[in-house]
C-alpha cells in the first residue's frame, strides 16, 4: 500500500492512525500542501481531486479519510474500528462525522486560504474565524461523549477506533491555532489516552518524514 498525504493534514493523520492501529505497513508518500504539490499535473495523474489523503492498495486509489479508513476495516477486520452493534456503529459514525464534517471543512487550509488571499481577511481575522468553529465544533463533541454511557477510556468503549482517529487530529489542530480547549475536559481526556498509545503517538505530525 502507498499513502500519499501531509504531515500537517488532519484527514491524513486519520488514516495514518487507522493503518498504525490495523499494524498495516505502507509506503509514505508526501505531498507538500503548502508547496501546492497537490496542484502539479504528476500528482493529478493520480488524484482527480488533488486532494489528500489517497491510498493505493495494489491496482485500487481510494480518496476521503472516512472511506478510507471503513475500507481497512472491511479489508483488515481486525482489530475492528467500529462496534459490533448498529446503535453503536451509528454512535460512532455520527462522532467522527461531527469532526469530519461540522469541524474540519470549515478551517482546511483551502478555506483559510481563500479567507486570507481572497476575501483579504487579515491574519487575526483568519484566526478567529479558525477558533471560533473548532472551539464550538469541539463543544458539541464534549457534550455528545461527557457522561454517555457508552463513552468509556476512549470516545466509545475501551478501545480505539475510529471517533478517535477522526477526534485526535482535531485537537492537534487547535492546540496549533492556540484554540480554547479547557471547556472540553472529557475530549481532552480521550485525546490524552490516545497519545498513551503508539498508533497515535508515532504517528503523528512530528514523527512524519516529512515534518518540517
Not at 481577511?121 to 473548532?134: F, I, P, Q, T
Request: with cysteine; aromatic share 8%.
Amino acid at each position: 500500500m502507498q499513502l500519499y498525504n501531509y504531515f500537517r493534514s488532519s484527514a491524513s493523520y486519520r488514516v495514518r492512525i487507522a493503518l498504525a492501529l490495523k499494524g498495516l505497513a505502507y509506503d509514505y508518500m508526501p505531498v507538500h500542501l503548502v508547496k501546492r504539490e497537490h496542484q502539479a499535473e504528476s500528482y493529478a495523474a493520480v488524484s482527480a481531486s488533488r486532494l489528500v489523503p489517497l491510498l493505493r492498495d495494489g491496482d485500487a486509489s481510494l480518496t476521503q479519510s472516512m472511506a478510507i479508513i471503513e475500507y481497512l476495516d472491511e479489508t483488515h477486520p481486525q482489530p475492528p474500528l467500529l462496534p459490533a452493534d448498529a446503535l453503536g456503529r451509528a454512535r460512532v459514525r455520527a462522532l467522527a462525522q461531527d469532526v469530519a464534517c461540522e469541524i474540519h471543512p470549515l478551517n482546511n487550509l483551502r478555506v483559510l486560504r481563500y479567507l486570507v488571499h481572497d476575501l483579504k481577511l487579515g491574519e487575526d481575522d483568519k484566526n478567529r474565524w479558525y477558533r471560533h468553529w473548532v472551539e464550538t465544533g469541539l463543544e458539541v463533541v464534549e457534550r455528545q461523549i461527557a457522561d454517555h454511557p457508552a463513552t468509556g477510556r476512549f470516545c466509545h468503549g475501551d478501545t480505539p477506533g475510529l471517533a478517535d482517529c477522526v477526534l485526535v487530529p482535531q485537537i492537534f489542530n487547535a492546540q496549533r491555532f492556540d484554540c480554547r480547549l479547557d471547556h472540553v475536559p472529557t475530549v481532552m481526556r480521550v485525546f490524552e489516552a490516545c497519545m498513551q498509545l503508539d498508533a497515535f503517538d508515532k504517528t503523528q505530525p512530528s514523527a512524519c518524514p516529512d515534518a518540517e
